[in-house]
């Protein structure tokens, strides 16, 4: 299945495996953070690229001490009226630092999808039988957020501070 990044289809390169599963030698893998939490030793010492996923009822501060060494973190959405992962997205960029790949899985809704994007997440997973076009589409919908993020778009506020100081 094909992963989207910045609305361009991307060939998915990470491999999720099960708890009970083998652990692939050379390919990037995401394991759960209960597999995380069990194995954490042996996976810190591991070659490949190793990522965790997250449910949503998992906050990020458990693998904090750990995100040097991980290059992916997989958040879950499980339903849309469910937004924590929008935090823990922030709280990964802002507050922990990560500089690693934030993926969404899940319910990734097209509706969403630049809210994601716009608070540090990088790829998603969409849901199985989507149109993949549609998100793509989605962002292009919006040019002005009055939030301000990391993502570098200045707010109405500043630019309206810009346009005054360029006119005095």
Known sequence: MAILRNGVPQPNEWVRV????????????????????????????????IGVSLK??????LIAEDLDRLSLVALEFPKFT??????????????????????AFGQVLRDQYVFMLRCGIDTIEPPAGKRIEGYAEALKEFSVFYQPTDDGRATPLQLRHRKAAVAA
């Open 18 to 49: 099960a708890d009970d599963q083998p652990l692939p030698e050379t390919e990037k893998a995401i394991v759960s953070l209960e597999r995380w939490q069990a194995e954490r030793e042996s996976l810190r010492q591991r070659n490949a690229a």
């Open 56 to 61: 949503s009822d998992q906050s990020p501060l």
């Open 82 to 103: 469910d937004g924590r992962a929008f935090s823990y997205a922030r709280l990964l960029r802002d507050r922990l630092a990560f500089t690693g790949e934030i993926r």
